[in-house]
Every structure is written in structure tokens, then in C-alpha cells.
């Protein structure tokens, strides 16, 4: 990993991504054996910071440079100044230096508490770079193809649907249907096996496209045995009648190309029941299967990959919610009561289970942008000056960009950055007003006031439940959308009272840690 | 890649083709034929194989890596060794070699990738006879 032969990468990927998150990253490093790169946000503030540090930073590194590779989590620079490494398979070692945290800040503040944050980002990072390869793999193939065959058109959709891993399974349908149309086989079939520690989705799975001569049961498990017992290297392809098991069940020739991950079988395409006058497999078939068995290996890796990063970067992101929360007794457990709240409107005002799901996700970690606002403003007893309001106003944008790098998770920004928005336009960040707003924002600011008003704060007791709502009534159509403030006063609440009373319960613990 | 030494008896047919695909599926249905099939994936490897175990004929693909199926092909016309060795050649659409051309080879026959292999099957065992009887 650490070989000499590398060269210092800060790719353009790289660059915008570390802009994009100025707020948290100061600087971002690459180092390949011999040299050490430093490349600096564009944030003209932050350049400013940096620029005395620059050489005092890079010599910390040089420093620690083996401990970091070896390290596996973040560690420290100095006090104040941790760096995270990300070890890319084939790139040189390539870190972050996030933005320094002096005692006042709000954000965690020692390596161990960074860790989610700096884990996340390079989850992030590694997947932008990445992304997009298994379309440059589309457009090399349907170029190679396109000079012989008229495919080109059923590839390119593939490939577009690639951009789209949310629903894989899905995806392995429409593609099972169009190998049949498109080459005229009888019926078609992609066949995932079963494997527990897929995250893809696909796992386990059996689409088929067109008329099976032999019921599902047979089918699956016929498949399974063959996908199990072949091995790549002698795989047979073309299954005849008289020879082949499974060219017996389907009473026809059947071409079986092999999906792959990692040079394992996972899996296989199979198509049978060629029409027309002739019967059998043509070159044009084969190389077809062979493309698209290609392709699905793609989709499956990449359905794995996106599942483990995105469960994994919420997860992230909801132990920074979590602590920052925890922070501050008064707002102890405000993500999880957001959440759980938001769920509940959502539900009442006729959402489905999907939508429900964004916006609990959009609740637990709508306020993650905290993590750069400094403490002594977010904690602090009493009026904000103008200036502390504006760094409060800052977080739904900083939580924003955290978050907007993450391919399909884009349905979980609109809560993030619109959650202080008002009806009536004279919210932050954007002051769009009405329905401008997107509707996951304008659910949870209703759900954020009722539990900002319903706890106790520095600067005031927490409201009786009566005035609550009544104050929530009252700001239909000035705050709130004036259509959820009716379905909201009408849930019911004693979920929420019981999750009140267990985060009063446990949060001495907490309080304890972080003030150590 | 499996390359047996071809028994007496059945008659020997050489694939060179770079894609996997075309050899699995062209080698599978001659050896359904009943013929000894020896395979090459680039036109040096099927020169090589011409010329060690004189195949009976050879089915090349055209654009392949290190020799070109027709540069092969001219290679084995020039060498006496090889030059009685019919070839049958494999195209994307699009490529036309002039007749001038395909004279300078041992190519007896081109065909259009796709292709259906019942139809490959039949051109080689006609040009097998064809080439027994002359
Ligand atoms: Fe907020």
C-alpha cells in the first residue's frame, strides 16, 4: 500500500469534495512512500489559518506518517489538529486534517469523537471516486459492440439504469426482459444466490422474463446447484438437451453465463427457447450474455457498496447527532424526539413506509450541521447576539454538505437544510416560503419547535403540553404549513412522553463524559 | 486453455478468436460435430498450433491481438509447410476485403459476425469435403 512506485494523488475528485466540506476538512494530504502533498481547502478563511501551519502541519505528518497507515483511525497531529487516513487499494495513502477545534467549539473534539465524521467522509470520497466506472465500462463496451451489433441501444439504458442502484433488484428484471426481446429467446432469467453476507439486495434472488417451461421451485433450485457446483474456469455455456440437467427441465438448448464478484460465482444469466426458424444460439447471443452477466456483477457490487456506505454513513452521522445532543442536557435526545415525531406527521398526512423511512433518517440528523457551530453559542444561557444568531443559522447548509455527497440519499437533504424554514418566508437558510419549501423541510420544522417548546431550555421551563399545541395551531400559515398543523395536534403523544422520560433518565451519564 | 493432441480419425479444427465467448460457443457445437477442436485467442498462438499440428481446416477471427486473423492467414499461404491449410474468417460487419486481397491468403471463405453456428457447422464440414475430394 505504501510502495514507492505511487504517485502523490489529490485528484479532482478529491479537491471538490474537500471543498465541499471547508467547514469540517482544513486540508487534505496524499502521501506515496517518498513525498507528502498538501493540499488546502478553498475556503479563503480557512487558507488564512492554515498558511502559518502549513509546514508545521506537513512535518507532523512526516512524523507520524507510519502510525497513521497502520493506525487505522484517525489520530492526532498535535492537540486540537487530528488527521485520518483513507487507504484507497490502489492509490497512495490519502488523509484529511480536519479544521482545528479549539475548546470553545461546538464539535467533538479529540480524535476518537472525529472518528464517524472522518470514517464518513472517506466513505464519501472513496465512492466519488469511484463512481462512475461501471459507466465508463458501459460506454467502452457499447463503442466495441456498436461496431458489430445493434445493441447499442438496450446497453445504453443499462447503463443509465446503473446510475440508479437504489432498487437492484428491479433493475435485474428490466434487464432480464430486455435480454429476451431483444434476442428473441423464449424466456430469460438472472439468478442471484443466496449469500448472508450480501448487502446488495440481490441476494438469493430469481427474476425470469417470459413463459418457464417448468414451475419456479424446479427452476430455482436447478439453478442453484448449477451456479454452485460449476467452477469459472471449466463453466459450460451452452446446455444441451440429452447432456445438461437443466437444458432436460426447460426441454431446450440454454446459454448460461456466469455472473462474477471478485472471481467468485454469484450468480448467472440464463436465457433458453430461442423462436423463430432458428432455433439456436447465435454469436450475437452469447456476446450479448457475456455483456450483460459483465454488467450485473457491476450492479451487484455496487448495490453492495452503496447499502453498506449509506447505512453506514447515517449510522456515522447519527452518533455525531447523538453527541452533540448529548452535549447540551437541555436538547439530550432532540434527534431521536425529531424523528420520531416527524415519522408520526408523516404517517397522519398519508406518506408511505419509504417516505416515512427518509424522513426518520432526515430527523435523526437534521441538526448535524451543529458540529460546526462553537459551543459556547449553541449552549449559551440566554439572548444570542446577532452575530451568534447568524452562526446557528449556518448549520442546516453545514449539515447540507455533509450529506449532499452521497449518491441517492439526496431525498434525506431536503429535511436537513429546509427544517428552519417558515411558511411564510422569513425562515433560514433559503426564505423560500409556502409550498417552495419541500415538504420533508416543512414537516420537521413543525416536529423541531414542538419538541424545542416541549423541553426545558437554559433560558426557560419547558411548556405545558396544552400551549404547546395551541402555539402550534396558532402559527398555521405564518411558521407552519398551515395543512399539517391539524393531522400534528392530533397524534398521539404518549410515545413521545415515554422517550422524554428516558432521555431525562439517562442524561447525567452523557453529561458526565463529555464535560471530562 | 485445453489443447489435446489431436487423435487420428476425427478430422481437426483450429478457432483462433480473441473473444472468450466465440470460442466457447463455436468450439462447444464442433465438438458436438464430432471434430477435435484446438483453440488459440490471438493470430501467433493459432500460427503457432497451424503449424504443429496441421489442422484439417481453421476458423480465425479477423481482429485479434499480436497477428491479425488476416496477417495469420497470410502467413500460412507463404509457408509451403501450411499453405494447403483452409481458413474460414470471421468479421464484423463492415470489414470488405477485396478479392486481391483475400489472394494473398489461404482464405477460403468469409463470414459476417453474428453469425448462428449451425450455419458455421455446415460451411465446415462442406469445405472438409470439398477439400477431400480435390
Ligand atoms: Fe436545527
Known sequence: MQGSLHKPLIDQATQTFVNRCAELVLAVWSYDGRSLLLQETDDTQTREHLAPHADQLAQAIRIKIDELVKAGRPIELAPGQPAAWVADEQGPTLGFIMTPVPNERGAPQTAEQLAPVIKALAWNLNDLRKSDNSLFAVEDLAEQLGKSYENITLLYSIGRSMRSIAEPVRLAQDICEQIRLT??????????????????????????????????????????????????????????????????????????EPILHDEHVIGAVIAGGKTGPDSEATSGDTQLLDAIAGFLGALHENAARFTEQKNMFIGSLEAVSTALDAKDRYTHGHSERVAWLGTQLAEAVGLDAEEVERIRISGLVHDVGKIGVPEAVLCKAGRLTDDEFDQIKKHPRIGYNILKGIPNIDDVLDGVLYHHERWDGRGYPTRLAGEAIPLYGRILAVADTFDAMSSTRSYRQAMP???????????????????????????????YDAMVARHQGDSEQPAKDLAA | MDNPNPTSGADTVLIADDEPHIRHLVGTKLKMAGYTVLVASNGQDCLDLAREHHPELIVTDYQMPVLSGFEMSQALAADHDTASIPVILLTARGHKLSDDDLATTSIRMVIDKPFGPTDLINRVKGMLEQNKAA
Open chain 1, 183 to 256: 434476442q428473441g429467446f423464449g424466456w430469460s432469467a438472472v439468478r442471484f444466490i443466496a449469500n448472508d453476507m450480501d448487502a446488495s439486495g440481490l441476494s438469493d434472488t430469481c427474476v425470469t422474463s417470459g413463459e418457464m417451461p417448468c414451475d419456479d421451485v424446479l427452476f430455482n433450485k436447478a439453478t442453484h446447484q448449477l451456479i454452485t457446483e460449476q467452477h469459472d474456469k471449466h463453466w459450460r455455456k451452452l446446455l444441451q438437451v440429452g447432456q445438461d440437467e437443466l437444458a432436460d427441465l426447460m426441454r431446450c438448448e440454454v446459454i448460461v
Open chain 1, 465 to 495: 403540553r396544552e400551549k404547546v399545541l395551541k402555539e402550534i395551531a396558532n402559527c398555521a400559515g405564518s411558521q407552519f404549513d398551515p395543512s399539517l398543523t391539524d393531522p400534528f395536534i392530533n397524534l398521539d403523544f404518549s410515545a
